[in-house]
């Protein structure tokens, strides 16, 4: 059975501050793993990541793979109140997406 | 361009009722999947169709049924509602389920209570 494990479960940090959330994974026939930011309604999407040790950037947000170890890391520098979201981590593989339970992550002034 | 819909938006239902959750998406997407999202839960997989004239199970089946219309839309029907079915229901599509890129675009989402 595929497996995607978060962590953490939730983190509540100040306005400005870096942080990582985890994800690992255990699936039979990787494709892809994907980080979506879900707020007040759907998902959207932030970044796919296939080959291990490529780094994905957007703006404060950055994102990589190792394929090895089999886990991603999602980076938020200089996080501001409007990064406060559910951050989910999906792995595609032949078929479909298995997500994690998510990291809500909460920046406060 | 209005990506993928979803009707109703909210739902109450009683114990025992039916009814059917539509979705529409106009991406010419070949893949349609439904997802439950419940607290502490993520999103968990309900049912998908790798295209047109297929479904499949997804990890929580059970009390659900899909019907893949045509290209454009797919619907969940829930034919006799139960309290553990209270959750919201995302809809989504992706391009192709073989090529890598298995990025899926997310509707709206539709809030269901059932009492």
């Known amino acids: 059975e595929d497996k995607v494990v978060q962590s953490p479960l939730s983190l509540v940090v100040h306005e400005g501050d870096t942080v990582t959330l985890n994800c690992s994974y255990e699936?039979?026939?990787?494709?892809?793993l994907l980080w979506y930011k879900q707020e007040k309604k759907a998902p959207t999407f932030l970044f796919m990541l296939?080959?291990?040790?490529i780094e994905k950037k957007s703006g404060r947000l950055s994102s990589i793979l190792d394929k090895k170890e089999l886990f991603s890391i999602l980076n938020i520098t200089a996080t501001q109140t409007g990064d406060s979201a559910i951050y989910l981590c999906g792995v595609g593989t032949a078929s479909k997406l298995t997500f994690g339970t998510g990291t809500r992550l909460q920046v406060t002034l | 361009n209005a990506g993928v819909t979803q009707t109703p938006k909210f739902q109450v239902l009683k114990t025992g009722q039916s009814m059917t959750l539509q979705c529409a998406q106009d991406?010419?997407?070949?893949?349609m999947y439904w997802y439950r999202q419940d607290p502490g839960m993520g999103l968990r997989l309900i049912y998908y169709s790798a295209s047109e004239g297929t479904t499949d199970k997804g990890e929580v089946p059970n009390g659900y049924n899909v019907s893949r219309l045509n290209k454009r839309e797919f619907s969940l029907r829930l034919e006799s509602a139960a309290p553990s079915q209270t959750s919201v229901y995302f809809c989504?599509?992706?391009?192709?389920?073989?090529?890598?890129?298995?990025?899926?675009?997310f509707g709206p989402g539709t809030r269901l209570t059932v009492l």
């Open positions: 699936v039979t026939n990787f494709r892809s």
């Open positions: 989504a599509s992706s391009e192709e389920v073989r090529y890598v890129s298995n990025e899926q675009f």
């Open positions: 296939t080959s291990s040790g």
């Open positions: 991406m010419n997407h070949n893949s």
